[in-house]
């Protein structure tokens, strides 16, 4: 009797043991976190001028993002750095520090009733992708590839 009552309890806990990873592997999945994202926009762009030392370039993206949190989050997806620029019609432009390859930045006090627009700053070369992922509050982690 009592070899079978350890088994059962082994039984159980090998169970729980590999819910809990099947879990943590999904929590920390691409899937989880555009679920647990209320709003994310895709703001990629392709260069389309490379910057040089005399000249800063940004490219704008098409989208335009609205923050219901008053936080905005970037997500940078390349394997090179880039600088992240908002811009609010009658509003001061926000800048982002250097944004490290698969790092993030959050955008905080962001106007909640304002569209803005995403700029991005990266020295790659011309009609190379940029990839940027925008999520409306401050619940992203780094990118991994």
């Known amino acids: 009797m009592k070899k079978k ?3 059962v309890i082994v039984t159980i806990c090998v169970l729980v043991v590999i819910i809990g990873i099947t879990l943590s ?3 920390s999945s691409e899937v989880y976190r555009k679920k647990k994202a209320s709003i ?3 703001c990629s762009v392709t260069c389309a001028e490379e910057s040089t030392p005399n000249n800063y370039v940004i490219n704008y993206t098409d989208s ?5 949190t008053g936080v905005l989050t970037i997500q940078n997806r390349n394997d090179f750095d880039i600088v992240v620029h908002l811009l ?6 926000i800048v982002s520090d250097k944004i490290a390859s698969g790092g993030c930045f959050s955008f905080y006090q962001i106007a909640t009733d304002k569209e803005y627009t995403v ?3 990266a020295d ?3 009609n190379t992708e940029v990839k940027v992922f925008v999520y409306d509050g401050e619940d992203t982690e780094p990118y991994v590839n």
């Open 5 to 7: 009552a350890t088994i």
């Open 88 to 93: 609010c019609e009658g509003e001061s432009e």
């Open 64 to 68: 335009k993002v609205i923050s219901k």
């Open 124 to 126: 790659v070369d011309l």
């Open 40 to 42: 994310m926009w895709d």
């Open 25 to 27: 592997a999904f929590r």
């Open 119 to 121: 700029g991005i700053h």
